[in-house]
């Protein structure tokens, strides 16, 4: 019974609980104090991060708009070189090529051996600079890949009587002699990516077992096909089965030039695998010539096909000697590595091999119009890349008829139509335009 009365008496005590409650209530307002401080942290974060990659877009695009500012310094001194034929004789395409190739760095890094007046000068612009992060931009050449638009028919270049225009048939030449006597861009693609996917299906089972019936008339057909312009295929052979592949996808074709290469993943029978075989030798960016100092050993392959794989071994070794590297000024510099030093190939049949390219639209210099500027900005954590292709367009000297006769009776005239040239008209580079911007 004092047992009872005692425990009675303790619940009926309510001495602490208000101590209880204020537990209570300070357990739940360092819940709440948590929360609220975690929410700020990760607000602040975001907002931290935000500015970070505004900064480092800021960067980059600056870094864009530097590499177009030392574009158009090429362009001007270019073009001031190209009027001036006292010093073109004296001013190379690779001097000139110094005012972009170099890439440009900031901070700008300081070598162990640099002298202090260099230190000082490096850290006085770095004082003075507004910038605030990390650039990087580097401008590549890449005028040393076939255009893939060139494929295509265009209407108003097609005469009125269509029975006229052989040349526009997508039959491909299947010989593996074809690519000595046609030189087209539909030949020359068909050449290099029969060769390059036996090469990767000797090495890779799984690729030879994937691409064991690959049909390449099909594929170049159905890439001319969505291209060209609508009823301008009209005489070709295949055009039906082109439009009934689209048809039955179905995909209607663009019928205009293709504008980015991402637009090749979505043709009928070119995938990642094709696509990335060919990257580096064709693109969709038009290009005024292909430069002999950044050709490829596949792009050589369709240059000069009779070269063996020891004769191209022995020209790059002979170009990129990292002792004694060579420039290719012009096609008479590669003519006398290939004719008069290799002896590849005889003075006549050379000239006529150039001259089978120019017919089909594809020449060779030295002189780069289509470059691949990759902008990098970096501020604290935030990365922000850009990467721009960007084309030097060429504006060509014009060319009128000769319909004039000689004034000499002794002199040969010119046969009527042919175009002659004035000799003071020279090529010009025309403002740089930028063709594509990928973000990274």
Do not use: C
Request: hydrophobic share 40%.
């Amino acid at each position: 019974m004092a047992l009872f009365k005692d425990l009675k008496k303790i619940l009926q005590n309510q001495e602490g609980v208000a101590l209880m409650l204020i537990m209570t209530a300070i357990i739940l307002l360092m819940a709440v104090y948590g929360e609220f401080t975690f929410d700020s942290k990760v607000a602040r974060l975001k907002a931290t991060n935000i500015m970070d990659k505004s900064q480092s877009k800021l960067l980059a695009e600056s870094g864009l708009q530097m590499a177009m500012t030392r574009l158009k310094l090429y362009k001007e001194a270019y073009n001031a070189v190209q009027n001036n034929q006292s010093i073109k004789n004296m001013v190379p395409d690779q001097l000139l090529n110094q005012l972009w190739e170099v890439p440009f760095i900031y901070p700008i890094p300081i070598g162990a051996g640099a002298n202090s007046s260099f230190k000082d000068s490096v850290e006085k612009f770095t004082d003075e600079s507004l910038l605030d992060g990390e650039m990087k931009v580097t401008i590549q050449n890449i005028s040393n890949r076939m255009n893939l638009n060139m494929l295509r028919v265009d209407m108003t270049k097609l005469s009125a009587d269509f029975d006229d225009q052989r040349d526009n048939s997508s039959v491909l030449n299947m010989s593996d002699n074809a690519i000595l006597s046609d030189v087209s861009v539909d030949q020359s693609l068909f050449f290099l990516l029969k060769r390059l996917v036996d090469e990767k299906k000797e090495k890779d089972e799984s690729f030879n077992e994937r691409y064991s019936n690959i049909n390449y008339q099909e594929m170049v057909t159905a890439l001319k096909f969505y291209m060209s312009d609508f009823g301008s295929m009209t005489q070709d052979p295949l055009a039906d089965f082109a439009e009934a592949t689209f048809q039955r996808i179905p995909l209607t074709p663009k019928y205009g030039p293709l504008s980015s290469s991402s637009e090749l993943y979505v043709i009928p029978g070119w995938n990642d695998e094709l696509i990335e075989l060919i990257q580096n030798e064709f693109s969709v960016y038009p290009t005024a010539q292909i430069d002999f100092n950044k050709l490829t050993a596949n792009m050589l392959r369709i240059l000069i096909p009779t070269m063996s794989e020891e004769d191209i071994q022995d020209f790059f070794i002979w170009r990129d000697d990292p002792n004694h590297p060579k420039f290719i000024n012009s096609e008479i510099d590669f003519k006398k590595y290939i004719v008069d030093q290799e002896r590849l190939m005889n003075d006549t049949d050379f000239d006529d091999r150039m001259k089978l390219f120019k017919q089909s639209g594809v020449t060779f210099g030295s002189s780069p119009n289509l470059f691949k500027v990759i902008s990098e900005g970096t501020y604290n954590r935030s990365t922000y890349t850009l990467v721009a292709y960007v084309l030097l367009p060429k504006n060509m000297p014009q060319t009128t008829p000769n319909t004039n006769p000689p004034p000499d009776p002794n002199s040969t005239p010119n046969p009527p139509g042919v175009n002659t040239t004035p000799p003071n008209q020279t090529s010009q580079l025309l403002e740089p335009r930028v063709l594509e911007i990928q973000i990274n």
